[in-house]
T-cell receptor
Framework: ETGVTQTPRHLVMGMTNKKSLKCEQH?????MYWYKQSAKKPLELMFV???????ENNSVPSRFSPECPNSSHLFLHLHTLQPEDSALYLC?????????????FGPGTRLTVL | DAKTTQPNSMESNEEEPVHLPCNHS???????IHWYRQLPSQGPEYVIH???SNVNNRMASLAIAEDRKSSTLILHRATLRDAAVYYC??????????????FGTGTRLTIIP
């Protein structure tokens, strides 16, 4: 595997379910990101992790719970979601700091909440 | 955050150059200009970035106006695979120093065979 991978690619869940999204990067980066892309809104940054520590939370509701066990893996735990949370969830990675660090995105998980 | 303005959509013929404009009149002196694109059913991918001088890479060229209030992404010879939404983004940093990407609605580029 190369680049940034995300699983599952598609997920349908009910409002009372608990599920997790997984992201893995094979680029040796030390920063990882979660973004949300809704049908009617631009891509929004949700969380940022640097060296496994959460450094940014963009006012995300607590029903979204991120976890970063190491610099290569990032999870987004979902519980008690609402239909309006249906969206494409994208993971990205980059080097944490430097002159310029482009972000590399995964293909996303298409989430539908019924 | 400084904002960018892009046309909602553009069309271009295959194998011809494409010029994608971006206005950023409130840009500050240290803001880099990034371009990312998102192909159908994929995550965004980096295209190019610049500060003041024009930039070239294998994917595209970036022409930056002398006053830096606008820029143009140039695809020298568009192919069908260049059909995507193109985002012009001004540099912002997280508190930790990461590049912070604030996406707008971008320009949807359609390539006509």
């Amino acid at each position: 595997e190369t680049g940034v991978t995300q699983t599952p690619r598609h997920l349908v869940m009910g409002m009372t379910n608990k599920k997790s999204l997984k992201c893995e990067q094979h680029l040796g980066h030390n920063a990882m990101y979660w973004y949300k892309q809704s049908a009617k809104k631009p891509l929004e940054l949700m969380f940022v992790y640097n060296f496994k520590e959460q450094t940014e939370n963009n006012s995300v509701p607590s029903r979204f719970s991120p976890e970063c066990p190491n610099s290569s893996h990032l999870f987004l735990h979902l519980h008690t979601l609402q239909p309006e949370d249906s969206a494409l969830y994208l993971c990205a990675s980059s080097q944490a700091r430097g002159t310029y660090n482009e972000q590399f995105f995964g293909p996303g998980t298409r989430l539908t909440v019924l | 955050d400084a904002k960018t303005t892009q046309p909602n959509s553009m069309e271009s013929n295959e194998e011809e150059p494409v010029h994608l404009p971006c206005n950023h009149s409130t840009i500050s002196g240290t803001d880099y200009i990034h371009w990312y694109r998102q192909l159908p059913s994929q995550g965004p991918e980096y295209v190019i970035h610049g500060l003041t001088s024009n930039v070239n890479n294998r994917m595209a060229s970036l022409a930056i106006a002398e006053d830096r209030k606008s820029s143009t992404l140039i695809l020298h010879r568009a192919t069908l695979r260049d059909a995507a939404v193109y985002y012009c983004i001004l540099r912002d940093l997280t508190n930790f120093g990461n590049e912070k990407l604030t996406f707008g609605t971008g320009t949807r580029l359609t390539i006509i065979p």
